[in-house]
């Protein structure tokens, strides 16, 4: 967790000081004691003249004396920690920017993942819902957990604490942890479980992006590292052929990544101003939709002619968001940071433009949250709730459930079925599952 590391920086810059603080005062003290030597003399002794003149007569040590040596301890002293609480303060400060790159900066994975709920093409799927805590099946979990990816049948659920990425057997509703993975060295920011394959892919804020396959002895190992980002991974989809990556970073560029014999970079856009916080791509896996600190969403479309993606228009928003989401090929949701609605943006079939068309009213409590949440079809992490929304016959959106967390920090995933929603949050310092439950 970033906030210990700090903590522990700074507790060995003021254990520094300290010990910068013991020397001089060490210093000090044997300034007294030469002094009170050449006091206490052997008599038959010649003593210097000029120490008999700046020794002090006995009746000079009084407390004015004390006082004037603690002046000048303080006046040998405080230049050091002025110098140290300053580097202490700039270091914090770079530190605290990194750390937060959304708060300004800022789970949760902002990777694309499959709707949580369908569109309600029957009417089963009409019915109000609502994802009900399992009591004491929570796991704690001190350190942050950004990212969390169950793999397609639910056996299996992923969640990167810290730097490592813990590997959970989910059976019974209960999580065991089965392996630690420990090749990234700073915390992980997306996960994704392939489909097709025993493989699933990292991000983090060391700049790589792992594959991972499962060996023979069903232990997972690191396959590749694609290195080629320059700062944090925010977000990362995958095509549905399971043949192509999507990566944003805070380097401001999108990466597509293609898979021939190995997995290669193919082409960079690198039309945003600012740190690229969500990816989302269609149905027709032929855009991508993305959305940055810059207040910018890039509409990219993939040109079959030369098999480039181009960025075919920006739509300026007032408030920049974390998370975005495509519903269909039509229409795509966007979330303002910290606003308690979510706008609805639909295609014009003239113009081939998106525009702003609706909005959801959304429950958030704070002006916070965090861009390591994905938005998925549709669930929504918004301050400090978790929005579930759904989508009626009618095509209108209904925020059917709004879990309130205490800390706006809040990360998590649903699983593919819609079945469970895993949470942590930072008050709770825990993992926790919910189940989907349907109202009648």
Same mark, same amino acid.
């Given at each position: ?6 903590i522990? @920086? !700074?507790?060995?810059?003021?254990e520094?000081?300290?010990?910068g ?5 060490n ?7 030469a002094?009170?030597?050449? &006091?206490h003399?052997?008599?038959y002794l010649?003593?210097?003249? !000029?120490?008999i003149?700046d %020794?002090?007569? &006995?009746t000079q040590? +009084?407390?004015?004396?004390i ?6 301890l303080i006046q040998q /002293?405080e230049p050091i ?5 300053h580097?202490?303060?700039?270091? *914090?400060?770079q530190?605290?920017?990194?750390i ?9 994975n902002?990777?694309q &993942?499959?709707p949580?709920i369908?569109? !309600?093409? =029957?009417?089963?799927n009409?019915?109000p ?7 004491n099946?929570s796991?704690?979990?001190?350190e942050w957990?950004?990212?969390?990816a169950?793999?397609?049948?639910n056996?299996?659920v992923? $969640?990167? %604490?810290?730097? *490592? ?17 420990s #090749?990234?060295?700073?915390?992980? +920011? +997306?996960?994704n479980?392939?489909k097709?394959s +025993?493989q699933?892919?990292?991000?983090s ?6 594959i ?10 690191c396959q ?13 989809? &995958?095509n549905? =052929?399971?043949?192509?990556i ?5 380097d401001m ?6 898979k021939?014999?190995q ?13 690229? /916080?969500?990816l ?9 939709i993305? %959305?940055?600190i ?17 960025v075919?228009?920006r ?11 495509f519903?269909?090929d039509?229409v795509?949701?966007?979330?303002p940071?910290g606003?308690?609605y ?9 113009n081939? @433009?998106?525009? @702003? ?13 965090q861009?390591?949440f $994905? ?5 929504? =992490?918004?301050?400090k709730?978790v ?16 879990i309130?967390?205490e ?8 699983? #593919?079925d819609?079945e469970?929603l ?6 709770? #310092?825990?993992?926790q599952?919910r189940?989907?439950s349907?109202?009648?």
């Open positions: 967790m970033e906030s210990r590391l700090i522990a @920086q !700074n507790k060995n810059r003021l520094e000081c300290i010990q603080v013991q020397q001089e005062l210093l000090s003290f044997s300034r007294i004691d002094f009170l030597d050449q &006091l003399l052997v008599p010649p003593v210097a003249h !000029n120490i003149n %020794c002090p007569n &006995l040590i +009084t407390l004015y004396s006082e004037n040596f603690a002046y000048q /002293v920690l002025k110098k140290t609480m580097k202490q303060l700039q270091q *914090n400060q530190k605290f920017i990194e937060s790159q959304s708060d300004k900066n800022t789970k949760d902002n990777q &993942l499959h949580i369908q569109d !309600n093409q =029957n009417q089963s009409s019915n819902f609502s994802y009900n805590l399992i009591q099946n796991i704690q979990q001190r957990c950004k990212a969390i169950f793999n397609k049948d056996s299996i992923l $969640a990167g %604490c810290g730097h *490592n990425i813990n590997v959970f057997e989910f059976k019974q509703e209960y999580l065991k942890l089965i392996q630690l993975l #090749e990234h060295n700073n915390f992980v +920011t +997306t996960l479980f392939m097709k +025993t699933f892919i990292s991000g804020a060391d700049k790589q992006i792992i991972w396959s499962m060996d023979l002895h069903s232990q997972w190992i590749y590292k694609l290195i080629e980002h320059s700062n944090y991974i925010n977000c990362l989809i &995958l549905n =052929n399971e043949d192509q999507i990566s944003g970073s805070s560029t999108i990466k597509f990544w293609i021939q014999n997995w290669t970079c193919s082409q960079t856009i690198k039309d945003h101003m600012h740190y690229i /916080v969500g989302s791509l269609n149905e027709k896996q032929d855009r991508v993305s %959305c940055g810059d207040r910018l969403i890039l509409i990219i479309e993939h040109q079959q002619k030369d098999q480039k993606w181009i075919i228009q739509i300026s928003v007032e408030h920049h968001g974390y998370q975005l989401c519903i269909n039509n795509f949701t966007f979330q940071k606003k308690e979510m706008f609805v943006y639909e295609i014009n079939i003239k081939k @433009q998106y525009s @702003q068309t609706n909005q959801i009213d959304v429950k958030s409590h704070s002006d916070s949250c861009y390591w $994905a938005q998925q079809y549709l669930n929504r =992490n918004n301050g709730n929005n579930l929304i759904r989508r009626n016959q009618n095509g209108h959106f209904i925020t059917q459930q709004s309130q967390f800390n706006y920090n809040i990360f998590g995933s649903v699983s #593919e819609g469970y895993m949470t942590w949050d930072e008050k709770s #310092e825990k993992i599952i189940r989907y349907q109202l009648l």
